[in-house]
């Protein structure tokens, strides 16, 4: 998203960082910003079977500490529209594995190229491989697979160097990019076969670095999305992702990541950290993190193109829509196309087993809105908001992440017609 708040946005989370959680470890010496194997969520709850408060609190502090180690992001992010890839078809992506002599790597080039690309892939705890997530999500539509190198490169510099804090904030990893970039093309890499919809620009490109975060919150190989201009075989790279390894695998964040580089997808939690935004209820809030991130919400599906929309133009009964698919309603404003409502089930089950709540989810959408405008004015309100069942506005107010947010539980036509009478 765009913004003139960068520098409000780096207050606000250092000052989140006087919380004294792993993720905001500030020193070298602490290099464990890794969330405990043992503090993982659950992700393999019966459906309709709640999870208790711990588990929640769990949750949603997991979340916290995985968005507070990406805040970097919104500041350094490729504005919104300016970069996007190909959202249907066979796409492959470049993930590049990098490792230093003075921290080498601990998890097997193999091991990646599976979390990527193997179908009914199960390491590490997580539902399916990125691949997976992307085929289930978009229904077939989207077929992303990675190249993933047989072996790491080698940096030419330590670790030491490249995370360095008195180097501007992701020169070095830029660097750290190129160098391996340009070992890929003198051993022959071909870049123009990944850019599946031929406009130039390679449609994604990932960076996994051995070990843990050396850095403080917005220095050196600090995790951050930015941009990298590489030309090569007639094309050149844009966006990226660049992520510490660690000791473990998890979805969330990659799909996030690749949610923005290749749907264009925004960021839908509150860069202020004052409000939650779309709350657990979308892979690009706070849904997108750990071994089983939630689905897209309906808006990031219907700009995918991989909506099953019904508009309704007029109250209706006897709809469908099932749970875990992309069937969707829209109600159309009156005279304002930026202005919609989308309706879809999302159910604890699944890739949503770890929603805080089920039923029917009526999302008001403003294509001018942000999600970091929680205000609730005709001037100032979010992009993507869950119209909340029980008129609490949760989500809004920032009480417990995403706690007592209710969906709605009653059929289509009754929620459309409820959607109807409250534009706001
Ligand atoms: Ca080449
Ligand atoms: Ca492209
Ligand atoms: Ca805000
Ligand atoms: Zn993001």
Avoid at 21 to 27: M, N, V
Avoid at 165 to 187: K, S, V
Avoid at 193 to 204: E, F, H, K, R
Wanted: hydrophobic fraction near 30%; proline fraction near 5%.
């Amino acid at each position: 998203m765009t913004s003139t708040t960068g520098g409000a946005r780096r207050s606000t989370a250092t000052a989140s960082c006087a919380i004294p959680i792993q993720a905001c470890s500030r020193t070298r010496d602490s290099r464990t910003t890794e969330a405990a194997a043992g503090e993982t969520p659950p992700t393999s709850l019966a459906k309709h079977v709640r999870i208790d408060e711990e588990a929640l609190r769990t949750n949603a502090r997991l979340a916290r500490e995985e968005f507070l180690q990406r805040a970097s992001e919104g500041p350094l992010a490729p504005a919104r529209g300016a970069s996007r890839g190909p959202s249907t078809g066979d796409v492959l992506g470049i993930t590049l594995i990098i490792d230093f002599s003075d921290d080498t790597w601990s998890i097997p080039a193999a091991s990646i190229d599976d979390y990527c690309n193997q179908l009914g892939y199960t390491g590490y705890g997580n539902n399916g491989s990125v691949r997976d997530y992307f085929l289930d999500v978009s229904e077939d539509l989207l077929d992303y697979t990675n190249y993933v190198p047989s072996a790491y490169y080698r940096a030419i510099h330590t670790k030491e160097y490249y995370t360095n804090p008195d180097a501007p904030y992701g020169q070095r990893a830029r660097e750290l990019i190129i160098e391996a970039l340009t070992a890929m093309d003198d051993a022959g890499f071909d870049f123009s076969q990944y850019d599946a919809d031929n406009n130039g620009t390679v449609d994604a490109l990932n960076c996994f670095y051995a070990g843990d975060t050396w850095n403080a919150w917005a220095e050196g190989l600090w995790p951050h999305a930015s941009a990298v201009d590489f030309c090569r075989d007639g094309v050149c790279t844009n966006a990226y992702q660049i992520t510490n390894l660690g000791s473990n695998l998890r979805l969330g964040t990659f799909c996030h990541e690749n949610g923005h580089m290749l749907m264009g997808w925004p960021d839908l939690y509150d860069y202020d950290y004052d409000s939650s935004g779309a709350g657990v209820y979308c892979l690009m809030g706070f849904g997108g993190f750990g071994t089983n991130p939630v689905e897209p919400c309906a808006y990031m599906k219907y700009d995918a193109g991989w909506g099953d929309v019904t508009v309704l133009s007029a109250p209706q009964g006897g709809l469908v829509a099932p749970a875990g698919t992309n069937v969707m309603y829209k109600c159309n404003h009156p005279t304002l196309s930026r202005e919609y409502y989308l309706i879809e089930n999302r159910q604890r089950s699944g890739r949503d087993v770890n929603l805080t709540d089920d039923g029917l989810a009526i999302w008001h959408i403003d294509t001018h809105g942000n999600n970091s405008n929680q205000q609730q004015t005709p001037e100032l309100h979010y992009l993507v908001t869950l119209v909340q069942a029980d008129g609490r506005w949760d989500l809004e107010n920032d009480t417990p992440p995403a706690r007592r947010t209710r969906c709605r539980t009653r059929t289509g036509g009754t929620a459309a017609r409820r959607a109807s009478r409250s534009w706001t």
